[in-house]
């Protein structure tokens, strides 16, 4: 599964960004409606657009290196019901094979589109 985004990687600015991100992905991974957290990745993204701008990428690739906010969310949303799931009956490898293709497919998101890994 490819992540679209230019063929360039992030540099050490939005490196910075994705640090501050972390604690704010975290607390949304625990309450998904946590309007804060929310807030806080809009402005980090929005950090990291006005530096795209700067930096004159084409019109094309302004969105490069934002923070997919949604995909997260989503993907903290299905982890969360298979969880519930494993929780009420911890042999329930339907649930643990979804949650094994979950955390693959976000360390794949992670690599491609230079996120940090922690």
């Keep these: 599964m490819k992540v679209e985004q230019s063929e360039s990687k992030s540099d050490d600015f939005c490196k910075q960004i994705y640090e501050q991100a972390t604690s704010h992905l975290r607390k949304l991974m625990n309450d998904l409606d946590n309007k804060v957290a929310q807030l806080e990745l809009r402005k980090l993204n929005e950090q990291i657009k006005q530096r795209n701008v700067k930096n004159k990428l084409s019109k094309n690739n302004l969105d490069d290196f934002l923070i997919n906010v949604f995909m997260f969310i989503a993907n903290?949303?299905?982890?969360?019901?298979?969880?519930?799931?494993?929780?009420?009956?911890?042999?329930?490898?339907?649930a643990r094979e979804k949650l094994i293709k979950i955390n693959q497919h976000m360390?794949?998101?992670n690599e491609q589109r230079d996120y940090l890994r922690n």
């Design 107 to 109: 360390n794949l998101v």
């Design 76 to 94: 903290f949303k299905n982890a969360k019901k298979f969880n519930e799931a494993l929780k009420k009956n911890s042999t329930d490898n339907i």
